[in-house]
């Protein structure tokens, strides 16, 4: 079974910086698209950035362009979004997807990790 398992959310101050991590299991790990998500309170889930795990360049949307960065790390099946400047606006449940197609999408996604808090305050 396919199986993402979030993990690094937590508590943290405007103007700082928090790492997660997604530990990928159950799939063949070179093969897929993967992102993160987030859902802030009140607000619809947000695609956030996308990156094929194959090869390829990473692809970011406008509330993650220059403030967060997308990783993968191969030999550790994990995908790491590290995010910086964070502000009260960026706290939200944020998850680790896989991509089918490899569109920043909710329609592309299948399978979603629980999920992580941060709270930016």
């Known amino acids: 079974d396919v199986q993402l398992v979030e993990s690094g959310g937590g508590l943290v101050e405007p103007g700082g910086s928090l790492t997660l991590s997604c530990a990928a299991s159950?799939?063949?790990?070179?093969?897929?698209?993967m992102a993160w998500f987030r859902q802030a309170p009140g607000k619809d889930r947000e695609g956030l950035a996308r990156?094929?795990?194959?090869?390829?360049?990473?692809y970011y949307a406008n509330a993650a362009k220059d403030r967060f960065t997308i990783s993968q790390d191969n030999a550790k099946h994990t995908l790491d979004l590290q995010m910086s400047s964070l502000t009260p606006e960026d706290t939200a449940v944020y998850y680790c997807?896989?991509?089918?197609?490899?569109?920043?999408?909710?329609?592309?996604?299948?399978?979603w990790g629980q999920g992580t808090q941060v709270t930016v305050s």
């Open positions: 159950g799939f063949t790990y070179s093969r897929v698209c």
């Open positions: 990156i094929s795990l194959g090869g390829g360049r990473p």
């Open positions: 997807v896989v991509l089918n197609p490899c569109s920043l999408s909710l329609a592309s996604v299948t399978q």
